[in-house]
């Protein structure tokens, strides 16, 4: 698959790296040429750079544009993206993803617009990091949570503490066929274990569950969560465009503070939550004195926003020093991701990631309707509609030969969802959520599209 990228600042550069990795043919444009350094010093054969106007239409035709499967514009510069993704549909591009920062142009009644106008998909990372956000508060117990086909299946990644009601017990016992969740994977210091039925889960571990709403709370007391108390209260260190976005979109019950350093900002913070029922103090969220003036102690939660990694982290600390259980830091340099959690930080946000899970998904083949990129485990989470006569319709669960690091966390059928076990008959139209190791998902999608005739029994013959 050929894929041109514009724009090779953090969210291009990651892309780059990430998608190279799948063996695709990747083209980065950027102006700078000191953007562009680590990636023409990465010795990735399937990498080349073009320090250019990605405006330019020579420039595109040089990077193939009439050949490309997907153009992804990510400049920091909104109507660059817009003008370079139309250009590039007008030259021959099939598909086109643009980064924008309005939160107008995210609206459900403007996407044909947009894909009238050659534009055939939106990322706004600060607004899904918001959404992310939202969700981590609404459910503090949690590391992460992630609805599937409008809640029909939740995924939880819990830390489990030693008051966890099911440690060391192997899962072939915890797991039963009748058993209303399933775990799909476990997150053990630096290893991700796609587990088996004498695997055990251990204090430490960060376990990914799949189940349903109605069984959320039952899945609370198993883990030994239930003394987390509900979030009302937030302290929100940074005032960039996430923090803003999160102002706008915060529900009624939470209550919002915002500390920014720089006066300036904060009166522009003024101006543009001048309608939220959000309180902005000047001062610095990492000093304690301020942060116990500003009543850190009555909050249930605090959110590091700034544009510092290693500011965020050091402020998550400070916050848990004077007994904020919850935390979440956007973390961006993705090296600082493994440290963070080691050092206990809450949830962790990273826009390169939740960008790379939306970008990921318009390159399979299957009929994909929503993806997760799950930095801290190496892994992706997907949900695949099964078409039908597809490889995965043919056989039980057990006898299809699913890759090893693949694991299938549950399906929708008619709108209920419903676990997975190895008896269980995949049918067409069914919605499967498959959990699996980072760059594995290329090699599942095979199992859920549609075969071209004679090439299903030639699938068959290999799996039997």
């Known amino acids: 698959m050929k894929i041109i990228i514009a724009g090779a600042g953090a969210v291009g550069t990651h892309l780059a790296k990430l998608l190279s990795k799948d063996n695709q043919d990747i083209v980065v444009i950027d102006e700078n040429p000191q953007k562009t350094v680590t990636l023409t010093d990465s010795g990735n054969n399937d990498l080349m750079v073009i320090n250019n106007s990605p405006t ?3 420039c595109l035709k040089e990077a193939g544009v009439q050949h490309a499967h997907l153009f992804i514009a990510v400049t920091p510069h909104e109507s660059v993206n817009l003008t370079c993704c139309l250009m590039a549909h007008t030259l021959g591009a099939k598909r086109t993803v643009a ?51 409008g809640g029909a299946l939740v995924m939880l990644g819990i830390k489990l503490r030693d008051n966890a009601h099911i440690l060391n017990v192997p899962l072939r016992i915890l797991c039963k066929p009748e058993t ?8 053990r210091d630096d290893q991700t274990i796609i587990p088996g039925g004498n695997d055990l889960l251990l204090n430490g571990d960060i376990a990914y569950f799949m189940t349903t709403k109605r069984h959320i709370e039952h899945l609370r007391g198993l883990t030994g969560k239930e003394a987390y108390t509900d979030v009302k209260n937030i302290m929100v260190m940074g005032g960039g465009k996430t923090s803003v976005l999160l102002g706008r979109k915060k529900p009624e019950w939470l209550n919002m503070r915002i500390i920014e350093q720089n006066e300036e900002r904060c009166h522009r913070l003024n101006e543009l939550l001048e309608n939220e029922d959000v309180i902005i103090i000047n001062g610095d969220g990492r000093d304690t004195n301020t942060m116990l003036e500003e009543g850190i102690r009555n909050c249930e939660a605090f959110v590091a926003l700034s544009d510092e990694t290693e500011r965020n982290i050091l402020a998550c600390l400070a916050a848990k020093r004077l007994g904020v259980r919850k935390t979440v830091a956007m973390v961006d340099e993705m090296d600082y991701m493994d ?16 960008a790379a899970s939306h970008i990921y998904r318009m390159m399979m083949d299957a009929d994909v309707s929503n993806l997760k990129r799950l930095a801290l485990a190496n892994a992706d989470v997907a949900e695949f509609v099964t078409s039908e006569g597809s490889l995965a319709t043919q056989h039980q669960v057990k006898d299809l030969g699913l890759p090893n690091d693949v694991a299938l966390g549950g399906l929708i059928r008619d709108g209920v969802g419903m676990s997975i076990n190895g008896n269980t008959q995949i049918q067409a139209g069914d919605f499967v959520v498959v959990f699996a190791m980072e760059n594995l998902l290329k090699d599942v999608d095979v199992f859920f599209r549609a075969q071209p005739k004679g090439m299903l029994s030639k699938l068959l013959n290999k799996i039997s």
């Open 180 to 187: 209303p969740y399933h775990i799909v994977a476990i997150k």
């Open 339 to 354: 440290m963070a959690e080691k050092l206990d930080i809450g949830t962790i946000i990273n826009k390169k990631v939740i």
């Open 99 to 149: 980064r924008v920062d309005n939160s107008e142009y995210m609206l459900p009644q403007y996407q044909k617009v947009f894909q009238e106008m050659g534009v055939d998909s939106l990322i706004y990372p600060e607004m899904l990091a918001s959404q992310e956000i939202i969700e981590g508060l609404r459910h503090s117990w949690v590391r992460q949570y992630w609805e599937v086909h």
């Open 56 to 58: 330019s239409i020579s």
